[in-house]
């Protein structure tokens, strides 16, 4: 790929980032609020493209991990083919305490690496359809 076919794939990959992201932070904001720079919130969608096909969403309210919602990120991130969108599992006051841990939303399908025996009861029976348990390689 010569400069000037990395640079156009480059960004259009950012473009298309920044798109996701922004609709992610929309569809995000009707279930609960983001982090600011005066309060905190109950999620925070990183901002910064890291040069993969992914938009991370850092989850400080398990309300957000409810199965609707994340079928609504997964009716979006299908128009965005090849991306994914990593809820990661960042409650606070528990960053010493919990393992890491999320889901990994894709157009065909979650990969649900949430380890619910950290969660408070009334979450701990989570489930996403048409999911699978993580593994190593994921």
């Not at 609020?33 to 096909?53: C, E, F, K, Q, T």
């Not at 991370?56 to 991130?77: G, R, T």
Request: glycine content about 8%; hydrophobic content about 35%.
């Amino acid at each position: 790929m010569s400069t000037t076919e990395a640079d156009r794939h480059f960004d259009e990959q950012l473009d298309a980032f920044e798109r996701l992201r922004n609709r992610i932070n929309s569809l995000l904001g009707k279930f609960g609020s983001p982090d600011s720079l005066i309060r905190d919130g109950d999620y925070a969608v990183h901002g910064d493209y890291s040069g993969h096909p992914q938009v991370v969403v850092f989850v400080h309210n398990l309300k957000l991990l409810q199965p609707a919602l994340v079928s609504e990120l997964q009716q979006l991130i299908r128009e965005f083919p090849g991306w994914e969108i990593e809820l990661t599992v960042t409650v606070r006051g528990h960053y010493d305490d919990w393992p890491n841990m999320g889901l990994y939303i894709r157009p065909h399908e979650i990969v649900d690496g949430l380890q619910r025996q950290y969660f408070p009861k009334e979450f701990q029976n989570l489930e996403y359809e048409g999911a699978r348990r993580g593994t190593a390689y994921d």
